[in-house]
Antibody
Framework: QVQLVESGGGVVQPGRSLRLSCAVS????????MHWVRQAPGKGLEWVAG????????NYADSVRGRFTISRDNAKNTLWLQMNSLRVEDTAVYYC??????????????WGQGTLVTVSS | EIVLTQSPGTLSLSPGESATLSCRAS???????LAWYQQNPGQAPRLLIY???SRATGIPDRFSGSGSGTDFTLTISRLEPEDFAVYYC?????????FGQGTTVEIK
């Protein structure tokens, strides 16, 4: 069955960096676009970034553009989110999610369980 | 970006009753590319409806979606105990994809 497992979350000081990973199984990663979506404590869902099936194109929310980088390695069945210059307002549970479309502009059908990132001094 | 406004914020109902959730977009949602997700506390969102009205795999037929343009509706007939949760709409027809703020369906 389709599985997405995030890791790498934790507590980090403002201005520091963190790298999240998402290991996938149960499907062929190279056939799908992928996303990161976050949810601040007690709040709603916010799309963060998306990447094409082959990694050739990425899109970002304005709130993270220039600070976060989404990438993937299809051979390793892994998606990453490199987060630099972290801010208190980046505190959230980060979910990786699968897009049915290769260009990451379609329906998001499966989600991981999320990893919590807390930015605090 | 397209702003999605969900109403009501909270719906208090009893098991067996029907729920009607609304999602209104600030602009036309291209090609009806609207999805509905269910989220229980501490869990990841689960896809219910995509393309405004298509049920995702394994979703019971008591969940139905309708609408087009800027107005969309999720209907849950005969609420079961496991249906009491938070529901989000999401549009993916225009970048960036955006979510509504959520509707909580709680037990009355």
């Amino acid at each position: 069955q389709v599985q997405l497992v995030e890791s790498g979350g934790g507590v980090v000081q403002p201005g520091r960096s963190l790298r999240l990973s998402c290991a996938v199984s149960g499907f062929t990663l190279r056939n799908y676009g992928m996303h990161w979506v976050r949810q601040a404590p007690g709040k709603g869902l916010e799309w963060v970034a998306g990447i094409w099936y082959d990694g050739s194109n990425q899109n970002y929310a304005d709130s993270v553009r220039g600070r976060f980088t989404i990438s993937r390695d299809n051979a390793k069945n892994t998606l990453w989110l490199q987060m630099n210059s972290l801010r208190v307002e980046d505190t959230a549970v980060y979910y990786c999610a699968r897009d049915e479309a290769v260009a990451a502009n379609g329906n998001v059908d499966y989600w991981g369980q999320g990893t919590l990132v807390t930015v605090s001094s | 970006e397209i702003v999605l406004t969900q109403s009501p914020g909270t719906l208090s109902l009893s098991p067996g009753e029907s729920a009607t959730l609304s999602c209104r977009a600030s602009q036309n949602v291209a090609a009806g590319y609207l999805a509905w997700y269910q989220q229980n506390p501490g869990q990841a969102p689960r896809l219910l409806i995509y393309g405004a009205s298509s049920r995702a795999t394994g979703i019971p037929d008591r969940f139905s979606g309708s609408g087009s343009g800027t107005d969309f509706t999720l209907t849950i007939s005969r609420l079961e105990p496991e249906d009491f949760a938070v529901y989000y709409c999401q549009q993916y027809g225009t970048s960036p994809r955006t979510f509504g703020q959520g509707t909580t369906v709680e037990i009355k």
